[in-house]
């Protein structure tokens, strides 16, 4: 079945650093990739999503690039602000019939002023 | 556009007894989602509703669950009776229908907590 492993967590940085959260997954065909966002008190967002391989999905700095070679959707950022502090998911959902999502376990991101 | 409602967003039951949770999707989303996260780990699937009717029930985990959606707008999952694994936070999520890969609007969650 799917699966996505994403690195654990927490992860603290200082306010400007870059930030590289890892995201593997394990799926049949031609997923679709995401990541989505939870602040605190608040529900998920999409934070980007990727659809076929080579895509990159970016949005409010972040970027990640659907890698099929190395089945991995890996979240980026230049430079990291406190806002930023928040869980991150990982999650795919297949290319035939379940449109469910699988999602990882979440990483916890902590931004230092 | 109201996004993803749900009601309650906390309950605190005790062992045995029923709850009930409420999910009001995004106005004219046909694709319906259940998922929860238990004790810090990931977020799991339950059940999938087209309009009124169940799609996937694969995640459900066993028949102390119902899930409805009359109508196809909004849709309640009860437990009953709620046991202490019961406990987490419960997920709501709708999307329209379109081709794979659409994106999945959730709501706040309703944190479950059975002792």
């Known amino acids: 079945g799917n699966s996505v492993t994403q690195m654990e967590g927490p992860v603290t940085l200082s306010e400007e650093a870059f930030l590289t959260i890892n995201c593997t997954y394990t799926?049949?065909?031609?997923?679709?990739l995401f990541w989505y966002v939870q602040y605190p008190g608040e529900g998920l967002q999409l934070l980007l999503k990727?659809?076929?391989?080579?895509d990159k999905g970016s949005n409010k700095g972040f970027e990640a690039t659907y890698r099929k070679e190395t089945t991995s959707f890996h979240l980026e950022k230049g430079s990291v602000q406190v806002s930023d502090s928040a869980v991150y998911f990982c999650?795919?959902?297949?290319?035939?019939?379940?449109?469910?999502?699988?999602f990882g376990s979440g990483t916890r991101l902590q931004v230092q002023p | 556009e109201a996004g993803v409602t749900q009601f309650p967003s906390h309950s605190v039951i005790e062992k045995g007894q029923t709850v009930t949770l409420r999910c009001d999707p995004i106005?004219?989303?046909?694709?319906l989602y259940w998922y929860r996260r238990v004790m810090g780990k990931e977020i799991k699937f339950l059940l999938h509703?087209?309009?009124?009717?169940?799609?996937?029930e694969s995640g459900m985990p066993n028949n102390r669950f119902l899930a409805e959606r009359t109508g196809g707008t909004y849709s309640t999952l009860k437990v009953q009776p709620a046991e202490l694994e019961d406990s987490g936070v419960y997920f709501c999520?709708?999307?329209?229908?379109?081709?794979?890969?659409?994106?999945?609007?959730f709501g706040p969650g309703t944190r479950l907590l059975v002792l």
């Open positions: 999520a709708s999307s329209k229908q379109g081709p794979r890969g659409e994106t999945q609007y």
């Open positions: 799926a049949t065909g031609y997923p679709s």
């Open positions: 990727a659809t076929k391989a080579d």
């Open positions: 999650a795919l959902s297949g290319d035939t019939g379940r449109r469910a999502l699988t």
């Open positions: 106005s004219g989303h046909d694709n």
């Open positions: 509703f087209v309009k009124e009717s169940k799609q996937d």
